[in-house]
């Protein structure tokens, strides 16, 4: 007869999540030396780093997006790489090509050259300024974190992490990202443009110095070790049942699909954005020092989870709704089963 | 589970207790008053005991079933918990990962955290605001108990209950005289004091105080019991229909029931003044049907000149008389007759005829021989007439009886025979009943509730329903025609009016 153990909490594991919230904060604290505001940005890319997610970035230029991923760099003590996509980048400048030299016997051999994609924060700017060809490359990478040229196969280093920016003015010469790209980031962040408040801070901040000035406070293997104590935060089926009936009412050809879908979406998220939406939650949940997923951590991740993932058709466009007004619809209407 | 959280659990308990309690008092307080209600306006009243026993049943029971439909489980303790507080579903969690045999630390810590929260805010008071939605729930329940209690307990109708009543001194005198008129007719000795018996009887009943259902009984017991003593008398309708089903002798039982019954000719009930001029009117109306029946007889020899023809006709008819009334060992349908003067003119007549036949004449002519038997069916008349005045005039009497008791006690047809479809000519429709007037199809009403003037007491004149005044008024104008005081018109006047009173208005009259 198995004798039943009784397991009794470890101080230990007690101390390491207490130890995440401290990480998290003093991450915090080093960005907002070079990072003015954009506190929930700041948030949900903390996030997605320790879900192991890539985000999106929308903004228009020189609202920090270039300087958070920097500035996250050094707080996290891991090598940043910028790529800046042009309609005339090729995929091997951004994964790297085999070179032929001649080694110190005159030997010729073909060797690897990494591409900037082997480090483990990139900034893909202007990633719709790519080729679709370009920007397939970069499918593979942020899916699978592994590089794949001439059948061979190079596996990057984890944390691998990747923010894609889009400008939203440069309409022309520009390739909008497919929806499987699309899926691949775990959130699409809105940056805003900082307030007069906000502005005053950055004008005065770079007068002193440009460069940042955020300094190391946690390393990848501490990143990872967060990624796997968030993995354990419990989610009762409500809330995790609360997450899939969001993801499925954005469809509007399903039986159970919400009025909301019906009335002004044209497709759908996929089964990434309920993936998305319980593994952020539980990150989320830890960073704000509870040990259980709540409706408010879900209702919350509902925009960069969605936003990207759901198109609307022209009802909406006729009624001026956009996507963030459209999830907010859908949130209300699914408000009676978030209790 | 942790402490705090049992802390909580209790509360809901006590709680649940509570409203269980609550629901079930307030149900026993709904039922309870609703029977109290409904037994009171039925004018059903049980003890009070009887009314505590339903409701502490009531509810015991559904206390206890709503106690355990009310008692929440830990899934709904955490849900409540976690809405009230805004713990962020830590309480649901904590619940929902309980049962886990090896919970990972996460889940301790959890644990940990939910039940410190709990603590935090085990002071508060739990929303119980939802309560007041049922508010209407033990007010309705009061409500109805005190309506039942002070709703007045309605007294009992039965439907069928009659109040006993005197009779009226018109019925007791009515009664009186028609006693009167017995006692001063000329009925036999053989029916008279067995008649006066019963209605003396009656009278004696009449002023005792009974239902109107009552008194009817007693009137239709002493109307059949006086109506079978006199039918033991009358023995003319046997012979009668004993001979009616054979033409040859039918004519002769036809001519002796209608001198017996000439006195039903009338559509009018029988009068006193009719009783008293019988004898005179039957010593000429009686011998004048036998008589005719004598010529009705002697029509068919009329051309007839062979006496042997006639004698051979005449045995025929003594043979079929004989064969219809007496000849019990050939003809099973001979009636049983016993004794009456009746059938003894009859024998007489009988042997008579055959003696007549068998002469064969003694040479006579035939002229002669028909008028010898015309003389034969004369005498058998004469001997008749006696006992068939004595039985017609008992019949009369009995007509008379029946209907001065039928107007007394106010009886219908239906009442006598006890059929309910004699009153309907119809035989389906249901007719209304007859009120204020004094007639009704098919029905004998006489009377009804309409008030006239009683001016039999000139110092006391006064309204009364006519219906008890409209057989005095009957009776002295009966008198005063008897008296031969009222002209002509006036009787034709009278006599048309009751015709129509006491047998019915004529369609389109």
């Known amino acids: ?339 | 589970m942790t402490d705090n959280f049992k802390v909580f659990r209790k509360k809901f308990m006590i709680i649940a207790a509570l409203t269980a309690a609550a629901v079930g008092v307030c149900l026993g307080l709904l039922v309870t008053g609703a029977l109290l209600l409904a037994l009171r306006l039925n004018a059903i009243a049980l003890a009070w005991w009887i009314y505590l026993l339903v409701g502490l049943g009531v509810a015991a029971l559904c206390g206890t079933a709503a106690y355990f439909i009310i008692r929440p489980s830990d899934e709904r303790i955490a849900r409540k918990l976690d809405r009230d507080f805004a713990l962020g579903q830590k309480v649901q969690t904590m619940v929902e990962f309980s049962a886990e045999e090896q919970p990972v630390q996460m889940v301790l810590m959890q644990r940990r955290q939910t039940d410190e929260a709990l603590g935090e805010v085990a002071k508060k008071r739990l929303k119980m605001g939802w309560l007041w939605k049922f508010a209407f729930i033990p007010v309705l329940a009061a409500a109805m108990f005190l309506g039942g209690i002070l709703a007045p307990v309605q007294k009992r109708v039965d439907p069928d209950y009659e109040a006993p009543v005197a009779a009226t001194d018109t019925q007791l005198q009515a009664l009186r005289d028609l006693i009167a008129d017995v006692e001063s007719s000329d009925l036999t000795q053989t029916v008279k004091p067995r008649t006066l018996e019963e209605l003396n009887s009656l009278l004696g009943k009449l002023e005792t105080i009974k239902t109107p259902t009552q008194r009817k009984q007693d009137a239709i017991y002493a109307i059949n019991a006086i109506d079978g003593a006199i039918e033991a008398t009358i023995s003319y309708t046997q012979v009668c229909s004993a001979v009616s089903d054979d033409q040859i002798v039918a004519p002769l039982g036809t001519a002796i029931f209608s001198a017996a019954t000439y006195y039903q000719s009338g559509k009018n009930p029988v009068t006193m003044a009719e009783v008293r001029s019988y004898q005179e009117q039957a010593l000429n109306v009686i011998p004048a049907a036998l008589y005719g029946w004598t010529e009705q007889f002697m029509a068919q020899f009329k051309d007839v000149t062979i006496i042997s023809s006639i004698s051979q006709t005449v045995t025929t008819f003594a043979n079929t008389l004989y064969s219809q009334l007496f000849d019990e060992e050939n003809n099973p349908n001979v009636p049983a007759l016993g004794t009456s003067p009746i059938y003894d003119s009859l024998q007489s007549l009988i042997s008579s005829l055959m003696q007549f036949a068998a002469s064969g004449g003694n040479g006579q002519s035939a002229d002669v021989f028909k008028s010898n038997l015309r003389g034969i069916c004369n005498t058998a008349a004469d001997a008749l007439v006696p006992e068939l005045t004595v039985q017609s005039y008992s019949g009369m009497m009995n007509d008379y009886i029946r209907d001065a008791l039928v107007r007394i006690f106010r009886l219908s047809a239906q009442d006598i025979s006890g059929d309910e479809e004699q009153n309907d000519p119809s035989g389906d429709e249901e007719q209304p009943p007859a009120d204020g007037g004094g007639f009704g199809e098919g029905e004998i009403i006489v009377g009804g509730n309409d008030l006239v003037l009683d001016a039999s007491d000139p110092s006391d004149p006064h309204s009364v329903p006519y219906a008890d005044i409209i057989a005095d008024y009957n009776g002295i104008i009966s008198e005063q025609i008897d008296k031969g005081t009222t002209k002509e018109e006036l009787i034709l006047l009278y006599n048309k009016f009751y015709e129509y009173l006491y047998g019915g208005m004529e369609q389109g009259e």
Request: without cysteine; glycine residues 6%.
């Open chain 1, 1 to 339: 007869m198995k004798s039943k153990q009784t397991v009794v909490l470890n101080e230990a594991d007690v101390e390491k999540v207490k130890a995440f919230s401290a990480s998290v904060a003093m991450v915090k604290q080093e960005l907002a030396k070079d990072v003015v505001g954009q506190k929930d940005i700041i948030d949900n890319v903390l996030i997605a780093i320790v879900a192991g997610g890539n985000v999106l970035l929308e903004g228009v230029p020189g609202v920090g997006k270039t300087r958070l991923v920097r500035s996250l760099g050094r707080a996290l003590e891991l090598p940043f790489s910028r790529i800046q996509f042009t309609p005339d980048l090729m995929p091997s400048d951004v994964t790297g090509t085999n070179v032929i030299t001649k080694d110190a016997d005159g030997n010729m051999k073909t060797v690897f050259n990494r591409g900037p994609i082997f480090a483990n924060l990139i900034l893909a700017d202007e990633i719709n300024r790519a080729t679709p060809k370009t920007q397939s490359a970069m499918l593979e990478v942020m899916q699978e974190h592994k590089v794949t040229v001439a059948k061979q196969t190079y596996v990057l280093k984890e944390p691998f992490f990747v923010m894609a920016t889009e400008n939203p003015i440069e309409q022309d010469g520009t390739y909008p990202l497919p929806e499987a790209q699309m899926d691949r980031f775990m959130f699409k962040l809105i940056v805003g443009f900082p307030t007069g408040e906000e502005l005053a801070d950055i004008v005065n901040m770079t007068q002193i110095t440009m460069d940042e000035t955020a300094t190391a406070v946690i390393d990848g293997p501490t990143v990872l070790a967060m990624r796997e104590l968030a993995k354990s935060v419990p989610v009762i089926d409500d809330v995790l049942n609360y997450a899939v009936k969001l993801v499925t009412g954005t469809h509007p050809e399903l039986a159970d699909a919400s009025e909301t879908a019906k009335k002004y979406i044209k497709y759908g998220a996929s089964p990434r954005a309920a993936q998305a939406l319980i593994t952020a939650a539980k990150v989320r949940a830890l960073m704000n020092g509870n040990y259980n997923v709540s409706y408010d951590d879900v209702n919350a991740l509902a925009y960069p989870v969605l936003r990207h993932r759901i198109k609307v058709n022209y009802s909406a466009i006729n009624d001026g709704i956009n996507v963030d007004g459209v999830i907010g619809q859908l949130l209300s209407e699914y408000k009676k089963y978030a209790k």
